[in-house]
């Protein structure tokens, strides 16, 4: 199932109609990162409206970028124990314990691996383990760290492999990708009847998501923006039946690139005022969703 035919693009390669929910009625949102940006009446999903993204500038960032190359030395340091589980950031150490108050252990795939540190960790704890990272730079480097690691796209490993896992993970990588429902249907084809998959995504219910000056955080390395509405509507069209979402009370990461650590610390009683009656959210969006059955066209209301 592909959200975004040909046919729903124009010339150039930009979306006619909304990715997720298929709407023509698109409100323009304000340029980010000089990309037009569009935000559907419907689902309120927010999008770049230019889907025709190269693959190829991921292994660019692999190479040169230093949020990415501080990654690998992340793993690096896990494989070596020096790191473990209690460095995780704090909604990959959620989603494991999530997990594992489903299961204490399984087959576990990551979708968008990177180089291999939440599995590392996962590993140690006794999963067995499977990454899936179309950078071949880095699932280059997390096979060599220890961990099983297909280069490619979850959709080229779905049409090649049979194995089925008991948990799907995928960590700040939907907002990546021009076909979210051919993505998410993938997910959903190597996952057990009883599994689960959890993810995270950038929270558009973060006043400054759109704020973000770091590189890897704007288009063309962003191009889909999330709140728990859209996420929903999302997961509902491939099949998905959402269990709960979590965030942190106040976005934190977003003041500070924003306003340095000093912006931060002057804005927390505010932040924290504005949580208490509902007005603040976090940055980062952990959901984790079930099987459930495809229904298309199907739009839910997030809980």
């Avoid at 859209?230 to 942190?248: E, H, Y």
């Amino acid at each position: 199932m592909s959200a975004i035919a040909e046919m729903d693009l124009d010339d150039e390669g930009r979306a006619i109609r909304c990715p997720l929910c298929g709407a023509g009625s698109q409100r323009p949102r304000q340029p980010f990162n000089g990309y037009e940006m569009a935000e559907c009446s419907d689902c309120s999903f927010v999008y770049t409206r230019l889907r025709r993204i190269p693959a190829s500038q991921y292994e660019e960032v692999y190479s040169q970028e230093p949020d990415y190359l501080k990654m690998v030395a992340i793993a690096e340091r896990t494989a070596a124990r020096k790191q473990g589980f209690r460095d995780l950031r704090w909604f990959k150490k959620k989603a494991l314990r999530w997990i594992e108050n489903e299961r204490p252990r399984g087959r576990l795939l990551e979708v968008g691996s990177g180089p291999g540190t939440f599995l590392l960790v996962a590993q140690r704890r006794g999963w067995d383990v499977t990454g899936v990272e179309p950078t071949k730079l880095a699932a280059d480097r997390a096979q060599s760290l220890g961990v099983n690691s297909y280069n490619g796209t979850i959709e080229d490993f779905a049409a090649t492999h049979d194995q089925k896992f008991d948990v799907v993970t995928s960590f700040e990588v939907i907002e990546h990708v021009p076909d979210v429902l051919g993505m998410l249907a993938a997910i959903r084809s190597v996952l057990k009847p009883d599994g689960v998959f959890v993810f995270s995504v950038p929270n558009l219910d973060d006043p400054y998501t759109l704020r973000q000056t770091i590189p890897v955080n704007l288009p063309p390395l962003h191009i889909n923006f999330f709140r728990r509405q859209s996420m929903t509507v999302a997961l509902s069209k491939a099949g998905f039946v959402p269990d709960r979402f979590a965030t942190l009370p106040i976005p934190t990461t977003g003041v500070r690139n924003d306003h340095g650590l000093v912006g931060l610390i002057l804005r927390a009683p505010l932040l924290g005022a504005l949580s208490l009656v509902g007005k603040a959210d976090g940055t980062t969006l952990l959901g984790m969703a079930r099987l459930g059955r495809v229904e298309e066209g199907a739009a839910a209301t997030a809980r």
